[in-house]
């Protein structure tokens, strides 16, 4: 077992932060905590890197016991914090070289990993640049590249792509998918939905500091393969007769996520054709009528209730999870 958390517990004056949160990582597995900011994902993984004491429960990681001394696995983990933690004043071959050295790596080796950890993340170009002068992709990228300059096996990472571009965010996820096939066990906390389906092989759902459901990806999504979903966008915020629609067409169910948006589910095959005219016919201008593939997002806001369009709005905000 890579990590082993039991009844963790966490309370910053009235605000519990984190309630007793257990949960198992194997050795060579992706984990994910999902949850919107404040939900107690940087409090629990900061507990687990000794930023801060847990108030109640147990901490193992690789097999040590570490509740009372998380630093007695130091050298088996790397942290990649929400914010980097690196020196503005540095290059990035110098600050590489600076975490190696504070591992005890020698100098010869260190300078080699330094080298190597920069080409495999695209930041030859900048080796010799001000880390004050990168771009949040490239910041983001060398704190990742710093915390696994000591090559561990265990890597806790902070919500790894939030507020950084698109380009970069898709290159940052492939770095993780990569380490991870190279056996690298990785706990990874995320309010981005796309983010935890695509990359974790399981999920714990995490919302007001508890952990409200564990469970592979794909379990999580099998109940939902055989429904039929299509998304019906109009050109503006129509008032839609929902009576008529489910009167119209019984075998279909509707619902409105969003002002502007008909969601359509049919557990048997499901015609859009005529839901696009019976709507035209009724005076409602149709921008877009699409086939949705079921997704986690779906199995999300039924466990935990929270609306998907207000992880959204966290995503687009690029706000810090905790």
Do not use: W
């Not at 097999?63 to 130091?74: F, L, P, S």
């Not at 990168?134 to 990742?144: D, P, Q």
């Not at 790894?160 to 096939?181: C, F, H, K, M, Y």
């Not at 974790?200 to 952990?211: N, S, T």
């Amino acid at each position: 077992m890579a990590i082993q958390v039991d009844s963790l517990s966490k309370a910053f004056g009235d605000v519990q932060a984190v309630a007793d949160v257990s949960f198992k990582v194997q050795e060579g597995e992706l984990f994910g905590l999902l949850g919107p900011n404040g939900a107690g994902k940087t409090t629990t993984i900061n507990m687990l890197t000794g930023l801060a004491r847990p108030d109640n429960g147990a901490i193992t990681i690789g097999g040590i016991d570490c509740t009372e001394n998380v630093k007695a696995a130091q050298h088996l983990v790397g942290v990649v914090p929400d914010e980097s933690n690196l020196y503005p004043e540095l290059t990035g071959t110098q600050n590489l070289t600076f975490c190696a050295a504070l591992y005890g790596i020698t100098k010869g080796e260190r300078e080699k990993r330094a080298r190597h950890l920069i080409e495999q993340f695209g930041l030859t170009d900048a080796a010799d640049r001000k880390f004050a002068g990168y771009s949040k992709g490239m910041k983001r990228k060398l704190t990742i590249a710093a915390g696994i300059i000591h090559r561990p096996p265990i890597l806790f990472l902070d919500e790894p792509t939030t507020g950084i571009d698109v380009a970069s965010a898709r290159q940052i996820r492939q770095l993780i998918a990569s380490l991870n096939e190279n056996g690298t066990t990785i706990l990874l906390t995320t309010h981005y939905i796309e983010e935890a389906e695509r990359l974790c092989g399981r999920i714990a759902f995490i919302v007001q500091g508890r952990i409200v459901r564990i469970d592979r990806v794909s379990d999580l999504l099998q109940p939902l393969q055989q429904k039929n979903v299509a998304v019906i966008d109009l050109s503006e915020e129509s008032k839609v007769d929902a009576g008529s629609l489910a009167s119209t067409f019984p075998e279909a169910r509707f619902d409105a996520p969003r002002p502007g948006t008909i969601r359509v589910e049919s557990d048997t095959r499901l015609a859009v054709g005529p839901i696009v005219r019976f709507l035209e016919e009724a005076g409602i201008e149709v921008a877009e009528a699409r086939r949705v593939r079921p997704s986690l997002e779906e199995v999300f806001v039924k466990i935990t209730g929270i609306e998907a369009d207000a992880m959204r709005r966290e995503k687009h905000k690029g706000g810090r999870g905790s």
